[in-house]
């Protein structure tokens, strides 16, 4: 065997010291999983305002396309999820509550599919539910009222919250004979505010009419000390299907060319006022920009640019 080298010797010296450590490696290995790590909460600083998106729960759907992209053909389905490194045999759902501290009160946008899994997230983030001042209902879809109700479905999940939404919306399902609306949404009538387009449920808040979704869908626009974010609900189920597609139909959209034609003018304004949203079903935590691109456009996650100094 040919002599080390001064330098093969040195390099041999420098990691003789790790040997052990290497050596004992293999132990790790025998570790049990942990399994998946999810954070509930995600808070960050608007203007004076204060913004927590909350994980209410998530859910992994098989044939997307049975959702997404109804109009599209499987091979552009499949194209589209391949360039965007996604199954196209899957996808992951993501239901997004939103609570705003404007320093007056607390407001939470939406109520997910259940009070537990709402609850869990508001804990997590340090609230209780009696601290809730006011709920927004953007739309009357289950995932979004579900958790208006604690589970002996009589009593409210936000004791001491007065409630908005829009009346295009509550008009609508009043109608409508849906047990869900029936049961979680009816019994709170009289602490309800009926909401026009361009009203405002509370100072720094305003609703704009984006329906299609559901006949009244709204989203509201918040803005404080000149900082502006978009809640836009349901407007984009699919930061990908949804937002690079914006023509592509989506099954749960009532009316699915004018939640096609709301898709392209409520995210061509955000995108050309650059100023960033929480949508319901994005990644967690929901928080992004988007740029156009192409026929749609590209969303561009939370990152540095609005994390809560101190």
Known sequence: MPALSRRQALIAAAVLPL???????PALARADRQGKSLTLFNRFALGDFEVTSLLAGTRTTEKPQETFGLNATPEDFAALADANFLPADRTQNFFTPVLLNTGAELI????????????????AAGISPEQVDLVVLTHMHGDHIGGLMLADGVTPTFPNARYATGAMEH???SAAGNEGFDKNVKPLNDKITLLEDGASPAPGITAMLAPGHTPGHMIHVIESNGQRLA???DTANHYV???QEPDWEVRFDADKALGAATRKAVFGMIAADRIPFIGYHMPFPGVGHVEPLGKGFRFVPLSYQHLLDG
């Open 231 to 233: 809640i836009t609900a």
């Open 171 to 173: 008009n609508h399902w």
């Open 19 to 25: 040997a052990p450590a290497f050596a004992a490696g």
């Open 241 to 243: 299907f949804s937002l």
């Open 108 to 123: 939470l946008f939406d109520t997910g599919l259940s009070a537990e899994g709402t609850l869990a997230a508001l804990t």
